[in-house]
Nanobody, 128 residues
Framework: QVQLVESGGGLVQAGGSLRVSCAASGRTLSNYPMGWFRQGPGKEREFVAG????????AYADSVKGRFTISRDDAKDTVYLQMKSLKPEDTAVYYCATAQRRFYSSTDLSTSSNYDYWGLGTQVTVSS
């Protein structure tokens, strides 16, 4: 059973930066796709960023493109989400997810139902 644990969330001022991490246990993350999703107060969960099983493709929601960067360190079984120029509307619980199968396309990376394992989330709050 794969377990994912997010960390690095916190309170940051608008315009600031934050990096959240997701560490895996129970199975290596290597060769499996990873995604970051978020759920803001009163909102549905939405896709933020994804990275393919081999790191060859990344996908981003339009709302974060150019500000957020997803990366992976397979040697550490960890995936990161570097967030810059944060806005109050980025306030949310951020979840990482991985899948049992390997997929590559941006469409697949952005589809939450493709992911089988989810972490419990880390809170990111951006103050204005």
């Amino acid at each position: 059973q794969v377990q994912l644990v997010e960390s690095g969330g916190g309170l940051v001022q608008a315009g600031g930066s934050l990096r959240v991490s997701c560490a895996a246990s129970g199975r290596t993350l290597s060769n499996y796709p990873m995604g970051w999703f978020r759920q803001g107060p009163g909102k549905e969960r939405e896709f933020v960023a994804g990275i393919s099983y081999n790191g060859g493709n990344t996908a981003y929601a339009d709302s974060v493109k150019g500000r957020f960067t997803i990366s992976r360190d397979d040697a550490k079984d960890t995936v990161y989400l570097q967030m810059k120029s944060l806005k109050p509307e980025d306030t949310a619980v951020y979840y990482c997810a991985t899948a049992q199968r390997r997929f590559y396309s941006s469409t697949d990376l952005s589809t939450s139902s493709n992911y089988d394992y989810w972490g419990l989330g880390t809170q990111v709050t951006v103050s204005s």
